[in-house]
């Protein structure tokens, strides 16, 4: 199974600043998410990507797969960003059978 | 529709008593999933469906789990004499794809078992 860890579990930041949240995983995979969860919402997938680097509006992902490491930023941080950041990789690495989550940051944006 | 829609968002159960949870994924998607998410924790998988087939079942906690997927879209996951313990958000999830690249997710249903 593959064991999936995010860093930093809390974060508080002011609005404005560049925010970087850090996942590894343990067994190599085909695409890794990331997945966004506001309190009290559902679950929206934010990124998938296997290789390099994906942005979106102020989002970034980047990927190593041989370091087996992704970061997740976000530029000019405003306080509707507010919410858990979820990292994910497949369960056992190749992707056909769900994805084992990390426990998620829980980015706080103050204004 | 336009996304995946789970039914009921909140449930309470009496401790005993058996639960039905429904998954309506995108029409079309191949792929559906089933997490389970206690309080403050990542959604854990519970079971995989490609179309009416369920591949995978490995992570369902116990024999009082049962998932359903009959003509490969709606899906039902059931609980059966549900104990505290059973308390989290169940998340479904679907994708186009057989490997299930490009998820979806469902707002999730919270079930509170007093």
């Known amino acids: 199974k593959n064991e999936v860890e995010q860093s930093p579990q809390n974060l508080t930041a002011q609005e404005g600043e560049f925010i970087t949240i850090n996942c590894s995983y343990s067994v190599g995979i085909s695409a890794l998410h990331w997945l966004q969860q506001h309190p009290g919402g559902g679950i929206v997938s934010l990124f998938m990507?296997?290789?390099g680097k994906k942005k979106h509006g102020r989002l970034i992902a980047t990927i190593n797969i041989q370091e087996k490491h992704s970061s997740l930023h976000i530029t000019a941080s405003h306080p509707r960003d507010s919410a858990v950041y979820i990292c994910a990789a497949p369960y056992s690495g190749g992707g056909a059978d769900g994805l084992t989550f990390g426990k998620g940051t829980h980015l706080i944006i103050q204004p | 529709g336009a996304g995946v829609s789970q039914s009921p968002r909140y449930k309470v159960a009496k401790r005993g008593q058996d639960v039905a949870l429904r998954c309506d994924p995108i029409?079309?998607?191949?792929?559906l999933f089933w997490y389970q998410q206690a309080l403050g924790q990542g959604p854990e998988f519970l079971t995989y469906?490609?179309?009416?087939?369920?591949?995978?079942k490995s992570g369902l906690p116990s024999d009082r789990f049962f998932a359903e997927r009959p003509e490969g879209s709606v899906s039902t996951l059931k609980i059966q004499r549900t104990q505290q313990e059973d308390s989290a958000v169940y998340l479904c999830a679907s994708s186009l794809e057989p490997g299930g690249y490009g998820y979806t997710f469902g707002s999730g249903t919270r079930l509170t078992v007093v």
């Open positions: 029409s079309g998607h191949v792929s």
């Open positions: 469906f490609q179309n009416e087939a369920q591949l995978d």
């Open positions: 990507l296997s290789s």
